[in-house]
């Protein structure tokens, strides 16, 4: 899985990088879109998924959203402890409005990048 985390992260890189492009511009909401794309790509990665789920954190912060506050608290601890056994519902994308056990369809652009991810 070591070298899906190093293939992944500059996927993952990019979407925190446009994340960061879109807090300096106050677009708040695609910031946190970028965060969930950032998570969908990187959630099979332990240190990917667990920075992700800090970067929502503190975006739940910084907005003053006490429930996305708490929810990514409790995925923190997911992440850093369930990622390794492979317990991570596909698509899924990070934030609290979505059960942190439920599986989304992945888009055909992060199924690609996924899958050359885990190829290379």
């Given at each position: 899985m070591l070298a899906f985390s190093r293939n992944i992260r500059p996927y993952v890189d990019r979407e925190l990088s446009l994340a960061?492009?879109?807090r300096?511009?106050?677009q708040y909401a695609k910031e946190?879109?970028?965060?969930?794309n950032a998570h969908v790509l990187g959630q099979e990665s332990t240190y990917q998924h667990t920075k992700v789920?800090?970067?929502?954190?503190?975006?739940?912060?910084?907005?003053?959203?006490?429930?996305?506050?708490?929810g990514q608290l409790f995925r923190i601890i997911g992440a850093a402890s369930k990622t390794?056994?492979?317990?991570?519902?596909?698509?899924?994308?990070?934030?609290?409005n979505i059960s942190p056990?439920?599986?989304?369809?992945?888009?055909?652009?992060?199924s690609a990048i996924i899958a050359k991810a885990k190829r290379r």
């Open positions: 960061a492009d879109a300096r511009a106050k946190f879109e970028h965060l969930e789920h800090c970067l929502m954190l503190a975006w739940g912060l910084r907005q003053g959203k006490l429930g996305e506050v708490w390794a056994l492979g317990l991570v519902p596909s698509g899924n994308t990070g934030g609290s056990f439920a599986t989304r369809s992945l888009s055909a652009e992060h």
